[in-house]
């Protein structure tokens, strides 16, 4: 059997919506993700008035306490950045060393994030059947296209997979990631092993398997890269009591911050030994290694 170190995680600090519409704030999430150790902060972008249908975007907030409108649609457009807005975060976050990145959720904010060129544009779980969107991201694009596949069936997968090997570009271009789709979620729904059911499928026609959590603590990330992962993405909170739906689900600074610190050290442990006795051993060996032969 061949025994390979797994590649340095990879962490997406999801700040999403959690700037509550606040530019300054935004700015605060991403300068928090660089000193917790992430290596991408990552933002949404919709074009509400085609996501939604007229009764959806005038309807009432499911959840008034967290609604920022006296519509849901008020509610969403107020929590949108212009794509300048978003050009600025991309350069804020390019100035103190963190990598920035956005997801799409229909045709008009792909391309218009695709005009400021980020590394990776990601796909929500909820818009991976959305091919005149994965069309543009496959064709007009030339970074990393990351799929969740959350609330997603394993035919929608595939075609997903496909669509992107028919231009020669799912080896090359595509991370798709292990997700299930709620808000938190509780541990008996992560299901785990649907890491090794993609890296077994897929591991060698895409380029990299993710995790995409919503969950509760860290440990079950450490376990997601252990069994394959090697993008871990975790919404992230100044204040998990902050007004909005994600902020529960979300990771405070010192949560992200023990989350990639322990990332870097599970990395660091998962080699085999370079000598049969390590160097650490010969001591311990010498001192305490039974002498008796029977």
């Not at 300048?84 to 904010?109: C, F, P």
Request: contains cysteine.
């Amino acid at each position: 059997m061949k025994y390979q170190q797994p590649l340095k995680p990879k962490v997406i600090s999801e700040i999403g919506c959690n700037h509550m519409g606040n530019f300054e704030i935004a700015l605060e999430l991403i300068k928090l993700s660089k000193d917790a150790g992430a290596d991408y902060a990552k933002f949404q972008k919709r074009n509400n008035k085609l996501l939604l249908t007229e009764e959806q975007y005038n309807a009432a907030h499911p959840n008034p306490h967290n609604s920022y409108g006296n519509t849901y649609g008020a509610h969403r457009e107020y929590l949108e950045f212009t794509t300048e807005q978003h050009r600025g975060l991309m350069d804020y976050a390019n100035s103190i060393g963190i990598k920035y990145s956005t997801s799409v959720w229909e045709e008009i904010s792909a391309e218009e994030i695709i005009s400021l060129n980020p590394d990776l544009i990601k796909v929500p779980s909820a818009c991976n059947n959305n091919y005149k969107m994965l069309e543009l991201l496959r064709d007009t694009y030339k970074g990393e296209v990351h799929i969740s596949f959350g609330m997603t069936t394993p035919q929608e997968a595939e075609d997903v997979i496909k669509f992107f090997e028919a231009t020669g570009q799912a080896k090359d271009r595509l991370i798709v990631y292990s997700c299930t789709s709620g808000y938190p979620v509780p541990f008996n729904d992560i299901c785990l092993l649907e890491i090794t059911k993609l890296k077994d499928l897929y591991a060698n026609r895409v380029k990299e398997i993710g995790f995409s959590g919503h969950h509760l603590g860290i440990a079950i990330d450490i376990a997601a890269y252990a069994l394959g992962a090697t993008w871990v993405e975790r919404h992230f909170t100044k204040d998990r009591t902050w007004k909005g739906t994600d902020h529960a689900a979300s990771l405070e600074f010192p949560g992200l911050q023990k989350l990639c610190r322990d990332l870097a050290h599970t990395h660091e442990a998962l080699t085999l030994k370079s000598e049969d006795i390590l160097p650490i051993e010969a001591v311990q060996r010498e001192k305490l290694k039974n002498r008796k032969v029977d």
